[in-house]
């Protein structure tokens, strides 16, 4: 064993195998896989081997594309076989909500390079005659589905990895990880201390156990999984001596069950609403190669409506259940990146799929190691994406939660109530007597709408327009025309402060710092200029500026705000999380009621658009930005918790004579879409160039050398490919919710209508080559099915909804640059929920386009 390397990779099951490989392939060969037993020994030796390409983030999606089509290029360089049956598969749909769920998938696939296609039940039968089609209403193909040899797989891998030099050290547990003061690692074993400039977590059922050595809890919790094996069956036979063919995978929504043929029988293993967490504290270290007790009664309610949708299955003797432990996290998708705080420590853990993810996380894993980058837009999977309340109790509960809806629809305005509430302000109780319909927001409790007194305050899930309709048009009529109030403590909040602290963000932030008492909103963008975050800041003094983001986005920006720190303690940072609370006002009586509360002159002069002042609003000492999301006249206000309630009663007793009403998120979500105001993780995110985001006036290229100016200068040079435009859609009683495709009657092929996926950092091809130029910005190849006539797929939407003050269907997205500025009736559809609606690009807001009213 060699005592020093540049990374060790701690755990040898498939995803370790994989970040180990992908490391060596691109370039890093000094590195050693470290496994406490044998590879495969945690929960890859006993896994079904399904793979399939299909996930609710099209971005983790695409990773699993990329997975599928690796496993040839490492049988090849292994010599080892993966035991590949790319069978295709079924997803059947019983209910007309789940066809409606079928459709959005088979919609998003259109411009991700997806071949599905939905289906009849009787076409699904014919592929797979076990089923009594009678149950279903149709059904979703995908040929992109199948599966493999687990442990073979992962020999693959790590046979390939060794090939290219890497070196693995089985039979050896990492006992301890300490890091040295220049930020590398001293990983302490069995056999010995490695001295390692980075460690990975790949520990999978102990990948918590590796984080708290370096005090971090990891949201992940391993659950108890089961499938069965029937004998062999008499009716799979006959239909492979028929047709010459396998059969193809299922999977069963109402039944919460998968199958697939495994030798002469099948397969069947279910995702059980009565499940069960595995060693909820503590993972055994002497764990080993073991299944669990199988519970047939567990899983019986599932087997139940499975005989009954399969009746052939039934009729077969079951030969074995397997049962055994495999890890999730909060909302099924691995936990991937840099852990904030740390240096030079990395996680590929919480992989539940990991022969579908497997290959995806290790590229994306490698390409953020050596290249400082993971070349695709991972967010998706990022381990930043939870927050520290993502303790271990919350996730047991969310685990278990997300585990037992594995195959429920989850509606886009659905909230999932699991380990809430977590985080409250002091106004939650209010919020609560006055009616709101709470969300979850980063683990913050936040109103997204207020019910009607007398009604229950409840969401009725749907795809279409919802009970919520009606009184979000009132929340936004009455901010419009007279003035409201809405919570806002779920933004992201920091100080950056010391005599650094300008020439810090100037080299962070696209846009010009203000000068004191001013404010400017401001994109950062990454060396290969991409969005990666989207601020509001405010010069708070010489040394001190006030800055507001993305709530989620937190520790993501936290890492990156650490990573370009300077070292010599002239900048300090703080995130004031849930120790600053806010609430705005906005409306054309938000100025008199705030004049109502404060000791100083607010008038328009005095406290201009874009103003951040210091004051007392109500006798609370407050920090009041003159800006809102609403883009209306209107004000931030933002206190110690100590002090909301105070304000907020302050407000509302000094907005009764104007006629204050409360409103919520939606509310001011769909006051946005009537600006075109964008909203980070939506329109903006790291597949973008600032210029594609039409964010172009925030972009001072000429201000100084900050990050990515090179490249966004490039951008705006060569012009972006993509333009984010905003639309009107001839919607019926459904309007956007995301993902959607948005067709054009061009008959011209404009090259760019697959979603862009990947950027700068280098990206491989499935046969290993590096994609390079234009092609590794833009994604891959062309996609089939998405010309009809002289109509064509190219673009996508990214969020939308019902703009309630104007009254109009609207949707955000992005098309060709050559298509941007087309006003044109008739050029454009959107399709929702399967059916196409004539769409109009709508260059200026319908809300104030001149933003008068916000100046005033
Ligand atoms: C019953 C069942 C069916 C499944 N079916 C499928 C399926 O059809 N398709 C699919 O894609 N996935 C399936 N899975 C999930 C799949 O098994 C996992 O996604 C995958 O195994 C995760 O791999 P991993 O490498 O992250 O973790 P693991 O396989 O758990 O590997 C972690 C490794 O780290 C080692 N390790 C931990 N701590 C240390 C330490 N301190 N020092 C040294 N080594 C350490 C362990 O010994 C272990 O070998 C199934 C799982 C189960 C249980």
Same mark, same amino acid.
């Given at each position: 064993m060699k005592s020093h390397v540049k990374a060790v990779v701690i755990g040898g099951g498939v995803v370790g195998c994989s970040v180990l490989y992908h490391l060596a392939k691109a370039g890093w060969t000094d590195i050693m896989l470290i496994e406490?037993?044998? %590879? *495969?020994?945690?929960?890859?030796?006993?896994?079904?081997?399904g793979f399939h390409t299909l996930n609710g983030d099209p971005n983790v999606a695409k990773l699993q594309a990329y997975t599928v089509q690796l496993y040839k290029e490492i049988e090849e360089i292994?010599?080892?076989?993966?035991? %590949?049956? %790319?069978t295709g598969g079924v997803m059947l749909a019983d209910t007309p909500e789940r066809m409606d769920f079928l459709r959005l998938a088979h919609a998003k696939g259109r411009y991700l390079g997806m071949d599905t296609e939905l289906i009849t039940p009787s076409e699904a039968k014919a592929m797979f005659p076990l089923m009594d089609e009678t149950n279903f209403v149709g059904a979703m193909w995908d040929p992109v589905e199948g599966h493999l040899d687990p442990s073979g797989t992962t020999i693959a891998y790590s046979k390939a990895a060794k090939k290219l030099g890497a070196e693995i050290v089985l039979r050896n547990r990492v006992v301890d990880l300490t890091q040295q003061p220049?930020? *590398?690692?001293?990983?302490?074993?069995e056999q010995g201390t490695v001295h390692a400039e980075h460690v990975v977590n790949c520990g999978g059922l102990w990948a918590r156990e590796i984080g708290r050595m370096v005090g971090v809890e990891l949201p992940v919790l391993a659950m108890e999984h089961m499938y069965l094996l029937t004998e062999p069956m008499p009716e799979v036979e006959e239909f492979n001596k028929s047709t010459g063919r396998e059969m193809i995978g299922v999977l069963d929504f109402k039944g919460e069950i998968y199958t697939r043929q495994e030798r002469n029988g099948i397969l069947l293993g279910t995702y059980e609403k009565a499940c069960k967490p595995w060693s909820p504290v503590n993972t055994p270290w002497d764990f080993g190669h073991e299944l669990l007790p199988p519970d047939l009664d567990r899983i019986a309610p599932s087997l139940e409506i499975g005989f009954k949708h399969f009746p052939g299955i039934e009729k077969a003797g079951i030969k074995q259940i397997i049962n055994g432990p495999f890890t999730f996290a909060l909302d099924g998708n691995p936990l991937v990146g840099p852990v904030q705080g740390l240096t030079n420590f990395w996680c590929a853990c919480a992989v539940m799929a990991g022969f579908s993810q497997g290959g995806g996380v290790g590229l994306a894993l490698s390409n953020w190691m050596?290249?400082?980058?993971?070349?695709?837009?991972?967010w998706g999977m990022d381990?930043?994406?939870?927050?520290?309340?993502?303790?271990l109790r919350y996730t047991n509960a969310k685990v278990r939660e997300n585990y037992s809806r594995r195959f429920s629809i989850r509606f886009p305005n659905e909230e999932l109530p699991a380990a809430r509430p977590a985080q409250t302000t002091p106004l939650y109780d209010t919020m609560l007597a006055n009616n709101a319909v709470m969300g979850d927001s980063w683990g913050l409790e936040t109103p997204l709408w207020f019910a009607p007194k007398g009604s229950e305050p409840k969401d009725v899930v749907s795809f279409h327009r919802s009970n919520d309709f009606g009184p979000i048009g009132e929340e936004v009529r009455a901010t419009r025309e007279r003035v409201g109030v809405t919570e806002i403590a779920n933004f992201a909040k920091y100080e950056v402060s010391g005599p650094g602290a300008e020439e810090f963000l100037n080299r962070l932030m696209t846009n010009r710092m203000p000068k004191t008492g001013r404010i400017v909103l401001t994109p950062m963008i990454n060396e290969f200029g991409k969005l990666i975050g989207d601020f509001t800041i405010a010069k708070a003094g010489e040394d001190r500026f006030m800055i507001w983001g993305s709530s989620a986005a937190q520790k993501y920006h936290m890492r990156w705000f650490e990573k370009h720190l300077p070292k010599d303690g002239s900048v300090r940072i703080h995130r004031f999380d849930q120790t600053l609370v806010g609430l705005s006002i906005a409306g054309p009586k938000s100025r008199d009621l705030l004049q109502k509360l404060v000791d100083v002159d607010i008038s328009t002069k005095a406290f201009r658009f874009m103003d951040f002042r210091e004051m007392a609003v109500g006798g609370a000492p407050c920090l009041v930005n003159r800006? *809102?999301? *609403?883009?209306? %006249?209107g004000y931030e206000i933002w206190m110690a918790p100590a002090y909301e309630r105070l304000v907020y009663n302050a407000i509302k007793d000094a907005g009764e004579e104007f006629g204050i009403v409360d409103f919520g998120m939606r509310a001011l979500l769909s006051m946005r879409l009537e600006k075109n105001f964008p909203t980070w993780f939506r329109e903006l995110r790291p597949i973008y160039g600032p210029f594609e985001g039409s964010m172009d006036r925030f972009i001072k290229l000429e201000k100084n050398d900050f990050i990515g100016r090179e490249a966004a200068a490039k951008e705006q040079a060569q012009g972006p490919k993509l333009r984010r435009v905003s639309f009107i859609v001839e919607a019926a009683d459904a309007d956007v919710m995301g993902d959607e495709p948005i067709w054009a009657k061009v008959g011209k092929d404009y090259g760019t209508v697959e979603k862009p996926h990947g950027y700068g950092a280098p990206r491989f091809d499935t046969s290993g080559k590096e994609i390079r130029g234009s092609k590794a910005a833009e994604g891959a190849s062309a996609v089939r099915g998405i010309v009809d006539g002289d109509w064509r797929v190219v673009g996508w939407v990214t969020s939308g909804g019902y703009a309630h003050y104007v009254q109009k269907s609207m949707a955000q997205g992005y098309v060709p640059a050559a298509l941007a500025e087309d006003e044109s009736a008739g050029l454009f559809e959107i399709e929702i929920l399967g059916s196409r609606r004539p769409a109009r690009i709508n260059v200026e807001a319908p809300f104030d386009p001149s933003g008068e009213k916000m100046r005033t």
């Amino acid at each position: 064993m060699k005592s020093h390397v540049k990374a060790v990779v701690i755990g040898g099951g498939v995803v370790g195998c994989s970040v180990l490989y992908h490391l060596a392939k691109a370039g890093w060969t000094d590195i050693m896989l470290i496994e406490r037993s044998e %590879l *495969t020994s945690g929960s890859s030796w006993h896994a079904a081997g399904g793979f399939h390409t299909l996930n609710g983030d099209p971005n983790v999606a695409k990773l699993q594309a990329y997975t599928v089509q690796l496993y040839k290029e490492i049988e090849e360089i292994s010599g080892q076989s993966c035991s %590949l049956h %790319l069978t295709g598969g079924v997803m059947l749909a019983d209910t007309p909500e789940r066809m409606d769920f079928l459709r959005l998938a088979h919609a998003k696939g259109r411009y991700l390079g997806m071949d599905t296609e939905l289906i009849t039940p009787s076409e699904a039968k014919a592929m797979f005659p076990l089923m009594d089609e009678t149950n279903f209403v149709g059904a979703m193909w995908d040929p992109v589905e199948g599966h493999l040899d687990p442990s073979g797989t992962t020999i693959a891998y790590s046979k390939a990895a060794k090939k290219l030099g890497a070196e693995i050290v089985l039979r050896n547990r990492v006992v301890d990880l300490t890091q040295q003061p220049d930020g *590398t690692w001293n990983v302490v074993t069995e056999q010995g201390t490695v001295h390692a400039e980075h460690v990975v977590n790949c520990g999978g059922l102990w990948a918590r156990e590796i984080g708290r050595m370096v005090g971090v809890e990891l949201p992940v919790l391993a659950m108890e999984h089961m499938y069965l094996l029937t004998e062999p069956m008499p009716e799979v036979e006959e239909f492979n001596k028929s047709t010459g063919r396998e059969m193809i995978g299922v999977l069963d929504f109402k039944g919460e069950i998968y199958t697939r043929q495994e030798r002469n029988g099948i397969l069947l293993g279910t995702y059980e609403k009565a499940c069960k967490p595995w060693s909820p504290v503590n993972t055994p270290w002497d764990f080993g190669h073991e299944l669990l007790p199988p519970d047939l009664d567990r899983i019986a309610p599932s087997l139940e409506i499975g005989f009954k949708h399969f009746p052939g299955i039934e009729k077969a003797g079951i030969k074995q259940i397997i049962n055994g432990p495999f890890t999730f996290a909060l909302d099924g998708n691995p936990l991937v990146g840099p852990v904030q705080g740390l240096t030079n420590f990395w996680c590929a853990c919480a992989v539940m799929a990991g022969f579908s993810q497997g290959g995806g996380v290790g590229l994306a894993l490698s390409n953020w190691m050596v290249h400082g980058d993971p070349g695709f837009d991972v967010w998706g999977m990022d381990v930043a994406r939870f927050g520290e309340w993502a303790g271990l109790r919350y996730t047991n509960a969310k685990v278990r939660e997300n585990y037992s809806r594995r195959f429920s629809i989850r509606f886009p305005n659905e909230e999932l109530p699991a380990a809430r509430p977590a985080q409250t302000t002091p106004l939650y109780d209010t919020m609560l007597a006055n009616n709101a319909v709470m969300g979850d927001s980063w683990g913050l409790e936040t109103p997204l709408w207020f019910a009607p007194k007398g009604s229950e305050p409840k969401d009725v899930v749907s795809f279409h327009r919802s009970n919520d309709f009606g009184p979000i048009g009132e929340e936004v009529r009455a901010t419009r025309e007279r003035v409201g109030v809405t919570e806002i403590a779920n933004f992201a909040k920091y100080e950056v402060s010391g005599p650094g602290a300008e020439e810090f963000l100037n080299r962070l932030m696209t846009n010009r710092m203000p000068k004191t008492g001013r404010i400017v909103l401001t994109p950062m963008i990454n060396e290969f200029g991409k969005l990666i975050g989207d601020f509001t800041i405010a010069k708070a003094g010489e040394d001190r500026f006030m800055i507001w983001g993305s709530s989620a986005a937190q520790k993501y920006h936290m890492r990156w705000f650490e990573k370009h720190l300077p070292k010599d303690g002239s900048v300090r940072i703080h995130r004031f999380d849930q120790t600053l609370v806010g609430l705005s006002i906005a409306g054309p009586k938000s100025r008199d009621l705030l004049q109502k509360l404060v000791d100083v002159d607010i008038s328009t002069k005095a406290f201009r658009f874009m103003d951040f002042r210091e004051m007392a609003v109500g006798g609370a000492p407050c920090l009041v930005n003159r800006i *809102t999301y *609403t883009g209306d %006249l209107g004000y931030e206000i933002w206190m110690a918790p100590a002090y909301e309630r105070l304000v907020y009663n302050a407000i509302k007793d000094a907005g009764e004579e104007f006629g204050i009403v409360d409103f919520g998120m939606r509310a001011l979500l769909s006051m946005r879409l009537e600006k075109n105001f964008p909203t980070w993780f939506r329109e903006l995110r790291p597949i973008y160039g600032p210029f594609e985001g039409s964010m172009d006036r925030f972009i001072k290229l000429e201000k100084n050398d900050f990050i990515g100016r090179e490249a966004a200068a490039k951008e705006q040079a060569q012009g972006p490919k993509l333009r984010r435009v905003s639309f009107i859609v001839e919607a019926a009683d459904a309007d956007v919710m995301g993902d959607e495709p948005i067709w054009a009657k061009v008959g011209k092929d404009y090259g760019t209508v697959e979603k862009p996926h990947g950027y700068g950092a280098p990206r491989f091809d499935t046969s290993g080559k590096e994609i390079r130029g234009s092609k590794a910005a833009e994604g891959a190849s062309a996609v089939r099915g998405i010309v009809d006539g002289d109509w064509r797929v190219v673009g996508w939407v990214t969020s939308g909804g019902y703009a309630h003050y104007v009254q109009k269907s609207m949707a955000q997205g992005y098309v060709p640059a050559a298509l941007a500025e087309d006003e044109s009736a008739g050029l454009f559809e959107i399709e929702i929920l399967g059916s196409r609606r004539p769409a109009r690009i709508n260059v200026e807001a319908p809300f104030d386009p001149s933003g008068e009213k916000m100046r005033t």
